[in-house]
């Protein structure tokens, strides 16, 4: 099992000096991976419901910090060597995937391979109305952007699709390894998208049994190996017994939130952290 950090990038985390110091202490302790969220913006005005929450609230203010993903794990690269870079989850509709490909290409081939790029369909109607993408288009899109971002990254540089056209487009440095695909999704929808199209399916919902088994249908169902695709949970709470409980379920990295402390106590933060938890997951 491995143990990745959620949100490590958002307060009291936010800053430049949180930045440069918590990657470092993950992966002195151990922990496998950083997942990084993406909302461009927050509109303060909204009519669309938070699809995480019982109330359909957002939990955090429209000034909440969201430092983009690709930046902030290219700030985390530079400091670290092996810890694992992922966008959890980065709103594909919303990027234009060729220009992501060159982002995430040079991101992987700087980090030596690090880059796991996870893949959300976006929920916040008005944050797409704010960057000028059709909300209602967006499946689409991510099916076709997803085949963009692998044509780009494999060499196979001529694509025909209704968003994109190129022929013979050349896009390098290509990535040093193959970068994985993580989805994210909380409905069925999602789950039998990621069935189809993933390397790893992350639902970040309380009870993931029931997409883990839709997504493992789909899979089938597009003849792949269901077991090819990792399946991924937070561990809520975060204890080494969840953690077991979660890979009984086949979930090999199970995800948590990092100490939430100020920046001169992280250091000794981690060292509990480290105690309670890496240390006691790392024999499962």
């Given at each position: ?31 496998e ?23 359909g ?40 995937p ?44 991510f ?5 963009v ?23 390098h440095p ?41 997504c ?12 090819a ?56």
């Amino acid at each position: 099992m491995r143990i990745g950090l959620l949100s490590p990038n958002m307060p009291p985390h936010d800053s430049p000096e949180a930045a440069r110091l918590l990657p470092v202490l993950a992966e002195r302790h151990g922990v496998e991976s950083l997942w990084v969220p993406e909302h461009v913006v927050l509109p303060a005005d909204h009519t669309t419901r938070y699809p995480y929450a019982d109330d359909g609230r957002l939990p955090v203010p429209a000034e909440w910090p969201y430092p983009d993903p690709l930046t902030w794990l290219s700030f985390a690269a530079a400091v670290t060597d092996r810890v694992r870079l992922v966008t959890g989850m980065l709103i594909l509709p919303q990027r234009n995937p060729v220009v992501l490909a060159k982002e995430t290409a040079t991101l992987d081939f700087l980090s030596g391979g690090r880059l796991d790029l996870g893949l959300g369909m976006g929920w916040f109607r008005e944050e797409f109305a704010a960057v000028g993408v059709d909300f209602d288009d967006r499946a689409a899109r991510f099916e076709e952007y997803v085949a963009v971002l692998r044509a780009l990254w494999s060499g196979d540089e001529t694509f025909a699709g209704y968003y994109h056209r190129f022929t013979r487009a050349r896009c390098h440095p290509k990535p040093a390894g193959r970068i994985p695909l993580i989805l994210g999704g909380h409905t069925r929808a999602g789950a039998r998208r990621a069935g189809r199209l993933a390397d790893g399916y992350f639902p970040a919902v309380a009870d993931p049994v029931p997409l883990f088994a839709e997504c493992r249908v789909a899979a089938e169902a597009a003849g792949r190996d269901p077991d090819a695709i990792e399946l991924i949970a937070e561990a809520a709470p975060a204890t080494p017994e969840r953690v077991a409980e979660l890979a009984a379920l086949g979930v090999t990295r199970a995800l948590v939130y990092p100490p939430s402390v100020p920046l001169d106590e992280l250091p000794g933060a981690f060292e509990e952290f480290a105690a309670r938890l890496l240390r006691p997951v790392a024999l499962l």
